[in-house]
């Protein structure tokens, strides 16, 4: 069965300062992964996603993520923290055998300060 | 604009009654689905229609009931039997080709009376 760890459920940084949000994955076969973001009381948008080409895949707001096989991991960055980019984030993890529905992780908090 | 609409927003539920919360997508996508969020918990699958007229559990399906009349549509029935349905809930559709990342709406939050 696939899953997903999201380690830390809240994580704050200074603006300016670099994001990392972790997320480790186990799946028995080749897997698809996504990072979402969710804003308050909204729905949740994707940032990115790892289709098997490129390990280094680039998102939306400056956000990137490296698809890494050998730790089982697809870690989220950014160089420098925005204010607006406090929210929520979830890494997810496709389960092609089950209608592709997607496994998610309990999500982190990202909190910016000035 | 393309897109998924789910209303209310907002949904209060006495106890012992059915609610419907409704979904709404004029993406053309083939697969819609249903989640619950619920703080620290991330989101759970209820239901999910890969086509029309076709639906399976998810891993959360007790005291829910849903439909797929059409492709544009998949209401989300929460029953009396559901005992704690006080909840974030969430729809998404995908594409149902390729790799099938999901498109959320904006949720519907319901709390009991």
């Known amino acids: 069965a696939q899953s997903v760890t999201q380690l830390g459920s809240h994580v704050s940084v200074s603006e300016g300062a670099l994001v990392l949000l972790r997320c480790n994955y186990s799946s028995s076969v080749p897997p698809y992964l996504f990072w979402y973001v969710q804003y308050p009381n909204q729905g949740l948008q994707l940032l990115l996603k790892?289709?098997?080409?490129?390990?280094l895949v680039k998102g939306i707001n400056g956000f990137e993520a490296e698809f890494k096989k050998s730790e089982t991991s697809f870690h989220l960055t950014k160089p420098s923290a925005h204010m607006s980019d406090a929210a929520e984030y979830f890494c997810?993890?496709?389960?092609?055998?089950?209608?592709?529905?997607?496994?998610f992780g309990t999500g982190t908090r990202l909190q910016v300060f000035p | 604009d393309g897109g998924i609409t789910q209303s209310p927003k907002y949904l209060f539920r006495k106890e012992g009654q059915n609610v419907t919360l409704s979904c709404e997508q004029n993406l053309n996508h083939d697969a819609m689905y249903w989640y619950r969020q619920d703080p620290g918990q991330g989101l759970r699958l209820i239901y999910y229609s890969q086509i029309v007229n076709d639906f399976q559990k998810g891993d959360i399906a007790e005291g829910y009931s849903v439909s797929r009349e059409k492709k544009e549509s998949f209401p989300l029935t929460v029953t009396s039997a559901q005992k704690n349905p006080t909840a974030f809930y969430l729809c998404?559709?995908?594409?149902?080709?390729?790799?099938?990342?999901?498109?959320f709406g904006d949720g519907t939050r319901l709390s009991i009376l």
């Open positions: 997810a993890v496709s389960d092609p055998g089950a209608g592709d529905k997607l496994i």
């Open positions: 998404a559709s995908s594409t149902g080709q390729g790799v099938r990342s999901q498109h």
């Open positions: 790892y289709t098997s080409a490129a390990t």
